[in-house]
């Protein structure tokens, strides 16, 4: 198949490559001139759009693999003068989704195809095999499936590879978002236990190293994030030929898709804790003038260590804990996904996400096969914790976790997301939630109601309003109905308002 690709970074170049060795002819251009200047065997360079467009003849497919935002938007208005009806462009790049709808709707009007499409697998899956997650028209998706399908990763034991179509629009978009998410999460999960295996269990580098890699092949959470973390705690610095992560800025980047998705979980009213603790890690991190104060106000923190006859079952408990932590995180991250497929009539189905992700993502690894396996025997399940194995499995894990916890805690080392997933789970377990307490307290102040245990319908406590002042104190029982201009939606104002 003929095809074009804007985008001659890291991963343009590697995808250029795979898409070449799988028999396709490329015909590729960039914005940059420097970036013009790679060449590669079986690969045509073309110093424009115009050029791209003619080389490419009737019926054009171009993939774009540029970095999203404004640079997506300014690639297809230089293409469009040169395209005509029956042409597709698919954006393999970070988009947010509703960019991608967008511009779907707008080149929908001009007879232009339009494919977003999230790649997981950095410039080793864009080279080697990637994860591809396809969203828009699906006549669209069937005339690009060959080519998509061609570089992406196979898994399991049928070599399935890993492509597939969520839905229309936004969807694939929205499906990588959500990996990114998740991805976040875990990332910083595993680097809460690296701290704590070296501040509490006062292991070495080179134990630490020891432990990620015998985890990533054996363990609960093995996969592509703990294999790296193995060479990362012990690689040297090839400058100084000391060890490199002491000399690491901890100042944490991030583009803007971790966010994404905490925004998308507020949009759907999931708790995605998780994902939420992992991006304010980051932010955190940022915060140079108030962490500077703050360690000067504390001072130098007092050496923290377990017993040594205590170090072996702490580490086996931080790996059982950093598995629950992923779980929680795969979890919350699939919730997202699955309320925005009801909202949006996308393809609702989890097992698919989860596959799609097993080979070639960033996010690949054991536990995939499981969860996945484990939703289809409960089909149409909207989360992962509603399912009785994988709940007994979290609980399962509490005793280990608490204990991790409360050291983590009692060391002062931060574990957000640790902590905040133990603390999602605790919430889960709880027969009343102190948020009995805010809707008290709202009703107290707001005169918004709350719901009882014993009855129906919609209650006040005792306490008066100031209208009611020259009226008896209501009975706490008293049927929300009976109270004129109680209700939450009779136009009082909200608690931000009255607070």
């Given at each position: 198949?003929?095809a074009?690709?804007?985008?001659?970074?890291?991963?343009?170049?590697n995808?250029?490559?795979?898409?070449?060795?799988?028999?396709?002819?490329?015909i590729?251009?960039?914005?940059?001139e420097?970036?013009?200047?790679?060449?590669?065997?079986?690969?045509?360079?073309?110093?424009?759009h115009?050029?791209?467009?003619?080389?490419?003849?009737?019926?054009?497919?171009?993939?774009?693999?540029?970095?999203?935002?404004?640079?997506?938007?300014?690639?297809?208005?230089?293409?469009?003068?040169?395209?005509?009806a029956?042409?597709?462009?698919?954006?393999?790049?970070?988009?947010?989704?509703?960019?991608?709808?967008?511009?779907?709707a707008?080149?929908?009007?001009?007879?232009?195809?339009?494919?977003?499409?999230?790649?997981?697998?950095?410039?080793?899956?864009?080279?080697?095999?990637?994860?591809?997650?396809a969203?828009?028209?699906?006549?669209?998706?069937?005339?690009?499936?060959?080519?998509?399908?061609?570089f992406?990763?196979?898994?399991?034991?049928?070599?399935?590879p890993?492509?597939?179509?969520?839905?229309?629009?936004?969807?694939?978009?929205?499906?990588?978002?959500?990996?990114?998410?998740i991805?976040?999460?875990?990332?910083q999960?595993?680097?809460?236990?690296?701290?704590?295996?070296?501040?509490?269990?006062?292991?070495?580098?080179?134990?630490?190293?020891?432990?990620?890699?015998?985890?990533a092949?054996?363990?609960?959470?093995?996969?592509?994030?703990?294999?790296?973390?193995?060479?990362?705690?012990?690689?040297?610095?090839?400058?100084?030929?000391?060890?490199?992560?002491?000399?690491?800025?901890?100042?944490?980047?991030?583009?803007g898709?971790?966010?994404?998705?905490?925004?998308?979980?507020?949009?759907?009213?999931?708790?995605?804790?998780?994902?939420?603790?992992?991006?304010?890690?980051?932010?955190?991190?940022?915060?140079?003038d108030?962490?500077?104060?703050?360690?000067?106000?504390?001072?130098?923190r007092?050496?923290?260590?377990?017993?040594?006859?205590?170090?072996?079952?702490?580490?086996?408990?931080?790996?059982?804990?950093?598995?629950?932590?992923?779980?929680?995180?795969?979890?919350?991250?699939?919730?997202?996904?699955?309320?925005?497929?009801?909202?949006?009539?996308w393809?609702?189905?989890?097992?698919?996400?989860?596959?799609?992700?097993?080979?070639?993502?960033?996010?690949?690894?054991?536990?995939?096969?499981?969860?996945?396996?484990q939703?289809?025997?409960?089909?149409?399940?909207?989360?992962?914790?509603?399912?009785?194995?994988?709940?007994?499995?979290?609980?399962?894990?509490?005793?280990?976790?608490?204990?991790?916890?409360?050291?983590?805690?009692?060391?002062?080392?931060?574990?957000?997301?640790?902590?905040?997933?133990?603390?999602?789970?605790?919430?889960?377990?709880?027969?009343?939630?102190?948020?009995?307490?805010?809707?008290?307290?709202?009703?107290?102040?707001?005169?918004?109601?709350?719901?009882?245990?014993?009855?129906?319908?919609?209650h006040?406590?005792?306490?008066a309003?100031?209208?009611?002042?020259?009226?008896?104190?209501?009975?706490?029982?008293?049927?929300?109905?009976?109270?004129?201009?109680?209700?939450?939606?009779?136009?009082?104002?909200?608690?931000?308002?009255?607070?």
């Amino acid at each position: 198949m003929k095809a074009g690709l804007i985008g001659l970074g890291v991963m343009g170049r590697n995808l250029a490559l795979n898409l070449r060795d799988k028999g396709h002819e490329i015909i590729a251009t960039d914005a940059w001139e420097s970036a013009r200047e790679w060449t590669a065997p079986g690969i045509s360079i073309v110093n424009s759009h115009a050029e791209l467009a003619t080389a490419l003849g009737d019926n054009r497919v171009i993939l774009l693999m540029v970095k999203a935002g404004e640079q997506v938007d300014k690639e297809i208005a230089d293409l469009l003068p040169h395209l005509t009806a029956g042409d597709m462009i698919i954006d393999g790049g970070n988009s947010l989704f509703t960019e991608t709808e967008r511009r779907a709707a707008d080149l929908a009007s001009k007879g232009i195809g339009y494919l977003g499409c999230g790649i997981s697998g950095g410039a080793e899956g864009a080279r080697h095999g990637a994860a591809i997650m396809a969203g828009g028209g699906e006549t669209d998706w069937k005339r690009a499936k060959e080519l998509l399908t061609s570089f992406a990763a196979t898994a399991g034991a049928d070599k399935q590879p890993t492509v597939d179509y969520f839905g229309t629009g936004g969807a694939g978009h929205f499906v990588k978002m959500v990996h990114n998410g998740i991805e976040y999460a875990i990332m910083q999960a595993i680097a809460e236990a690296h701290a704590l295996m070296r501040d509490c269990a006062g292991l070495s580098p080179d134990e630490i190293s020891a432990h990620f890699a015998e985890w990533a092949t054996d363990g609960d959470g093995a996969g592509f994030l703990l294999e790296i973390t193995a060479g990362i705690v012990n690689a040297k610095d090839a400058i100084t030929g000391d060890l490199l992560l002491p000399l690491i800025d901890d100042v944490a980047g991030q583009k803007g898709t971790g966010g994404w998705t905490v925004k998308a979980a507020l949009d759907q009213g999931v708790p995605a804790t998780a994902i939420m603790e992992a991006v304010g890690a980051r932010q955190v991190s940022g915060e140079r003038d108030a962490r500077q104060v703050m360690r000067r106000a504390a001072g130098k923190r007092k050496p923290f260590a377990v017993a040594p006859d205590l170090i072996e079952d702490l580490v086996a408990d931080i790996e059982s804990t950093l598995a629950a932590a992923m779980l929680v995180s795969v979890s919350q991250g699939l919730k997202i996904y699955a309320e925005a497929a009801r909202e949006k009539g996308w393809s609702g189905e989890l097992p698919a996400v989860l596959r799609v992700w097993r080979a070639g993502s960033i996010l690949r690894m054991r536990m995939l096969d499981g969860l996945a396996n484990q939703l289809d025997a409960h089909p149409g399940t909207e989360d992962c914790l509603a399912v009785p194995a994988i709940a007994r499995e979290l609980v399962g894990r509490l005793p280990a976790w608490r204990n991790v916890a409360i050291t983590a805690i009692s060391a002062g080392v931060p574990a957000p997301v640790t902590t905040s997933a133990l603390a999602y789970i605790d919430a889960l377990t709880t027969d009343q939630l102190p948020t009995a307490v805010v809707q008290a307290q709202r009703d107290r102040f707001g005169a918004h109601g709350f719901r009882r245990t014993d009855r129906g319908g919609d209650h006040h406590g005792p306490w008066a309003q100031p209208d009611d002042q020259e009226l008896s104190p209501q009975s706490d029982d008293q049927e929300l109905s009976a109270q004129p201009g109680a209700s939450e939606t009779s136009g009082q104002p909200d608690e931000e308002t009255n607070s």
